[in-house]
């Protein structure tokens, strides 16, 4: 059974539109990550977060520590979002980052 | 901003081939990690290594993977005898140690022919 799953695996928008992608783990974590993997391959850190909420321009990431889920929303989607989101959890401090399986997002003009 | 670098972004080889990935991670990051990410699937953890030693491995790491950090700035990825399951994208990532964060690095297409 895989230890991180997120929903929905693709997801198609268009422009504006308020998106959220889920994930739900299933072991203990210290920390939880959301990732932005471009066409071409390149991970980059979106969030890292262990409580509470964070915000960072049009994103905003939410974790619920007792149901073993997070969310991501995208606020007023844009074409250059177009990208898989993937979610990954470490289980103790200075862990391996256990990944999820991604979500593919495409954003229509 | 200082950021994880690889070297090369691509590399192709022959079956059998030794290669090496090469990984410069943050300067004064004390964690340093491998995944890889075969076409079309998730990313999977290799190895980690920590105070010159791994503190954990994976089974995909076996004998034919190696990881050095020979000289306190590059940390190194050697497959000895390449096979053409192991064509992936490698990525290094390094953690700092006064935040549990991980810093990824753009990767390194390896095609295994």
């Known amino acids: 059974k895989n230890e991180v799953e997120q929903s929905p695996q693709n997801l198609t928008a268009q422009e504006g539109e308020f998106i959220t992608i889920n994930c739900s783990y299933s072991v203990g974590i210290s920390a939880l990550h959301w990732l932005q993997q471009h066409p071409g391959g390149g991970i980059v850190s979106l969030f890292m977060l262990s409580s509470g909420k964070k915000k960072h321009g049009r994103l905003i990431a939410t974790i619920n520590i007792q149901e073993k889920h997070s969310s991501l929303h995208i606020t007023a989607s844009h074409p250059r979002d177009s990208a898989v989101y993937i979610c990954?959890?470490?289980?103790?401090?200075?862990?391996?980052?256990?990944f999820g399986p991604g979500t593919s997002l495409s954003v229509i003009p | 901003e200082p950021e994880v670098t690889q070297t090369p972004s691509h590399q192709v080889t022959q079956m059998g081939q030794e290669v090496i990935l090469r990984c410069v991670p943050i300067?004064?990051?004390?964690?340093f990690y491998w995944y890889r990410q075969i076409l079309g699937q998730k990313v999977e953890f290799l190895v980690s290594?920590?105070?010159?030693?791994?503190?954990?491995k994976s089974e995909i790491f076996d004998d034919q993977f190696s990881v050095e950090r020979p000289d306190g700035s590059n940390f190194t990825l050697k497959i000895r005898s390449t096979k053409l399951e192991d064509s992936a994208m490698y990525f290094c990532?390094?953690?700092?140690?006064?935040?549990?964060?991980?810093?990824f690095g753009p990767g390194t297409r390896l095609t295994v022919l």
């Open positions: 990954a959890v470490m289980k103790t401090s200075y862990d391996k980052v256990i």
């Open positions: 300067s004064n990051h004390l964690y």
């Open positions: 990532a390094s953690v700092s140690g006064r935040s549990n964060e991980q810093f």
């Open positions: 290594f920590y105070n010159n030693e791994i503190s954990e």
